[in-house]
């Protein structure tokens, strides 16, 4: 399953950012999910408890997910729209010359850690 890597790399990059695993606890994590990143959020959550309850520090972590719409901007007409569908064209003057503003990213965006004395 894909999410299981995602879960992971969310993981490795928590721990990673934590002074000491012994001292602290995770109380949140907070990451962004692009709407095109093809992160299914229930997946996603089912994954990260699964290798959360194998990692003491964790345990208790919530993970918050927030996800980002899909935007693009049109390069002819500098329009900006929110698009629902992965159809990348302006809509106000049906140009594929487009660029993504947002909605492919994955980042975990916020840790917060508690002392556990
Ligand atoms: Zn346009």
Known sequence: MHEMSVAQNIIDIVLQHLPDQNAHTVKSVNVKIGK???IV???LEFSFRVIA???????DAELK???VPLIIRCNGCTKETNIDDP????PGCNSA???VLSGTELQVSE???EDTT
């Open 111 to 113: 840790i917060e850690i």
């Open 65 to 67: 997910m927030q996800l």
């Open 87 to 90: 159809v990348f064209m302006c």
């Open 41 to 43: 959020p229930d997946s």
């Open 53 to 59: 309850a194998d990692t003491p520090c964790m345990i």
């Open 36 to 38: 095109m990143a093809g």
């Open 97 to 99: 010359d487009v660029t």
